[in-house]
Structure formats: structure tokens, C-alpha cells
């Protein structure tokens, strides 16, 4: 009984904690709306952090990654009016980080698709590589080519839907289910051919 009672107690706390913070941000939102200074530092320095870990991921070096982590969030403070408080505040500043570096690679002529490809027939990989490192994993992809890399990336760890990355990247709905089978394709091999190299390392 004196189990369920403390059961109880901690999930009402716990429920007052998510209510709390949900307020908290919800008026650092307004207040950064209002153009509080104090407020809008208070959102970066919250998810800042995050950000730029969103923005390596797109951007290999990490001077151009925190360059496009501060002209995103230059973009998030204008637009802070159209965020209406119904989903995921992070969500939203993510998506407006992924376009933020998408636009600077397009920039850096780096991200042009020449052709359309048609659609193939995705392979989904049942390895795992659990026992790799999270840098390893990182580095692969970072081998990748741009496209490949970009569009991984949009749909394998944002979300992204294939018909949301052909809006966003202006190509075809095939063009991206290609690019995306290439990409696994290509990290499968990679990180199968990691994995032998370490077990073999560690075999010594």
C-alpha cells in the first residue's frame, strides 16, 4: 500500500515537473517574442548544444557548422511569431537548423542533383553495429557524397518524409528514394567492413 501511495506521489511530481517546464518555455517564447533579450539567450543557450550537434552532422567542418548555428538561430528569433505553441518547440527549431544548412551547402555549390533517377526497391540493413562508436558512425556518413549524405540524414534522423525532401530539395519523390537506398547501401558496406576491422583488432 505504502508502495503505491510513493507510486502515486511520484508520478503526480513528475506530471507538475512537465507541466512546469512546458509553462516556462511557453512564456520564454513569448517574452523572446516580445524581443526580450533575456529571453532569446536564454533559448539559445538551451538548445544551442543540440543545434550544433544537428548542424555537424550536415557539415563536416566545425567552423562553417557553428557559422550556420548562428544564422539559424537568427532565422528562429525573426520568425518566432509563426511558432503557435502546438507541437515540439525543438522540432521546429531543428527543421529551421536542417534548412539553414542545407542552404549553405547549396551555397558552396555542394549539394546539386543532376539527374532523376528512378525509384528502386530500398534494402533496410539487419547487421547491427551497436558495438561501434557513435564517431565511427559519424565519420562514415560524413564519407558519403553530399546528396546521399543530405538526404540520409533528412530521413533517417529528422524525419523527414520522401515528398517533404522533395519539396525542400526541389527533386523528384524517386530521386530521394534512390539517393537514400545509395546512401544505406553504401553505409552497410562501410560500417560491415569497420566492424570486421575492430573485431579483428581486438582478436590481437
Given amino acids: 500500500m505504502l508502495y503505491e501511495r510513493l507510486g502515486s506521489i511520484e ?3 513528475n506530471t507538475l515537473k512537465v507541466v512546469q517546464l512546458h509553462y516556462n518555455e511557453t512564456l520564454l517564447i513569448e517574452k523572446a517574442k516580445a524581443k526580450d ?3 532569446q539567450r536564454a ?3 538551451r538548445f544551442a548544444p543540440k543545434m550544433l550537434s544537428v548542424c555537424r552532422q550536415y557539415i563536416s567542418d566545425m567552423f562553417y557548422a557553428e557559422d550556420v548555428l548562428l544564422s539559424g538561430f537568427l532565422k528562429v528569433f525573426t520568425k518566432l511569431d509563426q511558432f503557435d505553441n502546438r507541437g515540439s518547440f525543438e522540432g521546429w527549431i531543428r527543421r529551421i537548423m ?3 544548412c542545407i542552404s549553405h551547402l547549396r551555397s558552396q555549390k555542394r549539394l546539386v542533383f543532376l539527374e532523376d533517377y528512378p525509384e528502386t526497391q530500398l534494402v533496410e540493413s539487419t547487421s547491427s553495429h551497436n558495438n561501434l562508436e557513435i564517431e565511427d558512425i559519424q565519420k562514415r556518413i560524413d564519407e558519403l557524397p553530399e546528396n ?3 538526404i ?6 529528422d524525419g523527414y518524409s520522401h515528398q517533404e ?3 525542400e530539395l526541389q527533386i523528384t519523390v524517386s530521386a530521394s528514394k534512390t539517393q537514400l537506398h545509395r546512401a544505406r547501401k553504401c553505409l ?9 576491422t575492430k573485431n579483428e583488432t581486438v582478436g590481437i
Avoid: C, G
Avoid at 540520409?152 to 534522423?157: C, H, N, W
Avoid at 552497410?188 to 570486421?196: E, G, N, S, V
Fill in 43 to 45: 533559448i539559445y543557450e
Fill in 152 to 157: 540520409f540524414l533528412m530521413y533517417a534522423i
Fill in 148 to 150: 546521399q549524405k543530405v
Fill in 165 to 167: 525532401i522533395s519539396q
Fill in 188 to 196: 552497410q558496406h562501410q560500417l560491415k567492413d569497420l566492424k570486421i
Fill in 37 to 39: 533579450l533575456q529571453a
Fill in 98 to 100: 536542417v534548412t539553414s
Fill in 11 to 13: 508520478t503526480k511530481l
